[in-house]
């Protein structure tokens, strides 16, 4: 298996444009989760799925951000409108028990 | 709420020393799992090892060792023999509830530098 699969690995943008990041899990693995890692605030999680359902999204940090996963092998990021705030690295996990994280996206929002 | 703290910021050893990376953390549930993961400079998340609540024996994985103490709420993670390639940041993370369903709590991270 190649593991969790993030695209795009880099993501720059202007601020005010939408931004949509994608996951694809591991085949298999029943849940899913996006984290945002920053200097100031470190590692945190956004949403998590289970079953391809939103379990918690408490996480998100307002109505500009949004995710959804509408097949086993597949979610979405999106940011709109994007902020510089908004710019740091997105890491997407499948199955937390021994959590598999995929490469992360680096989103630079100018 | 879980809480996880990596006092140590920032740690710098020569190649070959020993160095322990401090792990404290904070739950109120009697079930839940401990992680380490580290982080080297190309910046992937990688997993190192799960330990859960009710499994307080060391655990030893090549220059790797790992030491829980529930007495003390620390899950302390110990490199013999550093290498260079040591070189990351770690980060120590916390699920409740047995861990299968919810969410990782991460430390700040540990840099460590291993210098040659």
């Known amino acids: 298996d190649a593991g969790v699969i993030q695209s795009p690995r880099h993501e720059v943008t202007e601020m005010g444009q939408e931004v949509t990041l994608r996951c694809k899990p591991i085949?298999?693995?029943?849940?899913l989760f996006w984290y945002r890692q920053t200097m100031m605030r470190g590692l945190e999680l956004l949403i998590y799925?289970?079953?391809?359902?939103?379990?918690?999204d408490s996480g998100m940090p307002e109505d500009r951000f949004s995710a959804k996963m509408p097949n086993a092998s597949f979610s979405t990021l999106k940011i709109q409108p994007s902020e510089p705030r908004d710019s740091a690295v997105y890491f997407c996990?499948?199955?937390?028990?021994?959590?598999?994280f995929g490469q992360g996206t680096r989103l630079t929002v100018v | 709420a879980q809480k996880v703290t990596q006092a140590q910021t920032e740690i710098s050893v020569v190649e070959k020393e020993d160095v322990t990376l401090d792990c404290v953390y904070e739950t109120r549930d009697t079930t839940y799992y401990l992680f380490w993961y580290k982080q080297p400079p190309s910046g992937e998340l990688v997993f190192l090892i799960r330990?859960?609540?009710?499994?307080?024996q060391n655990e030893i994985s090549g220059r790797y060792s790992w030491n829980f103490q529930k007495s003390t709420s620390s899950f302390n993670f110990t490199i013999t023999a550093s290498q260079v390639v040591d070189s990351a940041v770690y980060f120590c993370?916390?699920?409740?509830?047995?861990?299968?369903?919810?969410?990782?709590?991460f430390g700040k991270g540990t840099l460590l530098t291993v210098n040659p």
């Open positions: 993370a916390l699920s409740e509830r047995g861990g299968s369903n919810y969410k990782l709590t």
């Open positions: 085949s298999g693995h029943d849940y």
């Open positions: 330990r859960n609540s009710f499994d307080e």
């Open positions: 799925f289970n079953n391809n359902v939103p379990i918690d």
């Open positions: 996990a499948s199955r937390p028990v021994g959590a598999f």
